[in-house]
């Protein structure tokens, strides 16, 4: 759906999308910190019970998403394999 302008250009309205994805382990919590390095930057989300979660992902995505401390977001993991290790 596209909006028409008075000097008969059109714009594009923006839309939100719903994404499905196939990743089954998507961890509901809040971003708690951000570090922001030269290239990356590194988010810790709490996902309760005392467990947070850390990532490192590009600045691009940091501002794409609009990521903030305070903000609910998704730890999203999706791995081939799962080590195992004891002491």
């Not at 998403?65 to 609910?72: A, D, M, P």
């Amino acid at each position: 759906m596209a909006e028409k302008l008075d000097n008969g250009g059109f714009i594009s309205l923006k839309k939100e999308y719903t994404m499905k994805i196939s990743a089954r382990n998507q961890l509901k919590g809040k971003i708690v910190s951000i570090q922001k390095g030269s290239v990356n930057a590194i988010v810790e989300i709490d996902i309760g019970g005392g467990n947070v979660i850390t990532s490192t992902i590009s600045l691009e995505s940091l501002q794409a998403l609009q990521l903030e401390v305070g903000k609910e977001a998704y730890a999203i993991i999706k791995a081939t394999s799962v080590m195992v290790g004891v002491e």
